[in-house]
C-alpha cells in the first residue's frame, strides 16, 4: 500500500482537462512544499513533469500544471493530447526520517 | 547532456544479494543525491534510497536493514546491495537524479528473483 492515495484511473477527450488528486497526511503533502509529478509512459522511465509543487522542468509544455490545498496535491493537465495518455505518479518529501513517498501511480487515458 | 547507465544480474534466487551500479557520463557528479527507486510489475514507484559524493545516505525506512548504497567518485558510480532478496523485490530498478529541475534517470534494470 502506496503512502500517497491517488485514484488508480482518469480519463478525458482531446482538449479536455483532467485532474489527477494526490492525499498523504501532514506528515508529508501538507508539511512541505516539496511536491512532484512524473510522467510514465508503457517500457520507459518516468519523467518529472512538476517539482516543489508547481514548478516545470525545462521543455514541459504550460499544459501541466500542480497545485497544493492542505494534505491534498493535484495535477492538471489542460487541452490533453493523445501523448498524455500515460502513468502519473506523484511523490513527496517526508521528512529527514521517511524522506520520500510515492502515490500509487494513475493511469491517464485520453 | 546527463546519461544514466546501469547494469547488474536480472535474475536472482531467494536470500541471494541484488547488486546494481549507475554510471554518471556527461555531466556533474558532485553536489547532488544520486537516487535508487524500484517498480514491482504493474504497480507504483518506491524509493530506495539515496548517496551523494560524500558517502552521506538516506534509507527507506523499511528497506533500511536490507539496502546498502555506496559510491566511487573516481569513476563516477554510484552502486546499491540488497540482501537477502524474497519474490516481493521482484522490481524493475533505476538509479536517477530525481527530484530536480535537471532530473535524470537510468534505463532501468528489470530484476526477478525467483526459485
Known amino acids: 500500500q502506496s503512502a500517497l492515495t491517488q485514484p488508480p484511473s482518469a480519463s478525458g477527450s482531446p482538449g479536455q482537462s483532467v485532474t489527477i488528486s494526490c492525499t498523504g497526511t501532514s506528515s508529508d503533502v501538507g508539511g512541505y512544499n516539496y511536491v512532484s509529478w512524473y510522467q510514465q509512459h508503457p517500457g520507459k522511465a518516468p519523467k518529472l513533469i512538476i517539482y516543489e509543487v508547481s514548478k516545470r522542468p525545462s521543455g514541459v509544455p504550460d499544459r501541466f500544471s500542480g497545485s497544493k490545498s492542505g494534505n491534498t496535491a493535484s495535477l492538471t493537465v489542460s487541452g490533453l493530447q493523445a501523448e498524455d495518455e500515460a502513468d502519473y505518479h506523484c511523490?513527496?518529501?517526508?521528512?529527514?526520517?521517511?524522506?520520500?513517498?510515492f502515490g500509487g501511480g494513475t493511469m491517464v487515458t485520453v | 547532456q546527463v546519461q544514466l547507465q546501469q547494469w547488474g544480474a536480472g535474475l536472482l534466487k531467494p536470500s541471494e544479494t541484488l547488486s546494481l551500479t549507475c554510471a554518471v557520463h556527461g555531466g556533474a557528479f558532485y553536489g547532488y543525491y544520486w537516487s535508487w527507486i524500484r517498480q514491482p510489475p504493474g504497480k507504483g514507484l518506491e524509493w530506495i534510497g539515496e548517496?551523494?559524493?560524500?558517502?552521506?545516505?538516506h534509507y527507506n525506512p523499511s528497506l533500511k536493514s536490507r539496502v546498502t548504497l555506496s559510491v566511487d567518485t573516481s569513476n563516477k558510480q554510484v552502486s546499491l546491495k540488497l540482501s537477502p532478496v524474497t519474490a516481493a523485490d521482484t522490481a524493475v530498478y533505476y538509479c536517477?537524479?530525481?527530484?530536480?529541475?535537471?532530473?535524470?534517470w537510468g534505463q532501468g534494470t528489470l530484476v526477478t528473483v525467483s526459485s
Open positions: 511523490s513527496s518529501y517526508a521528512g529527514s526520517k521517511n524522506f520520500y513517498v
Open positions: 536517477a537524479r530525481t527530484p530536480a529541475a535537471d532530473d535524470y
Open positions: 548517496i551523494n559524493h560524500l558517502g552521506s545516505t
